[in-house]
């Protein structure tokens, strides 16, 4: 939904993982991505900031980031959307408040 997200005004779209750039890049190209530019977060520094970091030990990953979407406008969080649940080891993975639909409802005003 990248070309109708832009299209609502969003100069950039990015996305964020608890990763080196080695996986960040085969992700890309794996999965052919060309417009979204991809933000390794090794370290998970930026994850912690952000007070998204998790364990999901329970999968065999060790930390990893809450699902999150947030819409940023000259540096500062506009609109943050952020899965419920938010809990180490969580049994479950939910993805529906951070859809590019949501996402996207929100900056049409809807």
């Known amino acids: 939904m990248y070309d109708q997200i832009t299209e609502a005004g969003v100069d950039?779209?990015?996305c964020v993982s608890c990763n080196d750039t080695f996986v960040m890049n085969a992700w890309a190209e794996d999965l052919r991505i060309k417009n979204?530019?991809?933000?390794p977060d090794g370290s998970c520094e930026f994850t912690a900031g952000m007070d998204m970091?998790?364990?999901?030990?329970?999968?065999g990953f060790g930390k990893r980031s809450w699902r999150y979407a947030m819409v940023v406008d000259?540096?500062?969080?506009?609109r943050m959307f952020s899965e419920?649940?938010?809990e180490?080891?969580?049994?479950?993975?939910?993805?529906g408040e951070?859809?590019?639909?949501k996402v996207l409802s929100y900056l049409k005003g809807e």
Request: glycine letters at 6%; a negative charge.
């Open 88 to 95: 180490d080891d969580c049994a479950t993975d939910p993805y």
């Open 74 to 78: 000259d540096g500062m969080v506009e």
């Open 98 to 101: 951070t859809t590019p639909e």
């Open 12 to 14: 950039e779209v990015y």
């Open 36 to 39: 979204v530019k991809l933000i």
């Open 53 to 59: 970091l998790v364990a999901k030990d329970n999968l």
């Open 84 to 86: 419920p649940g938010f």
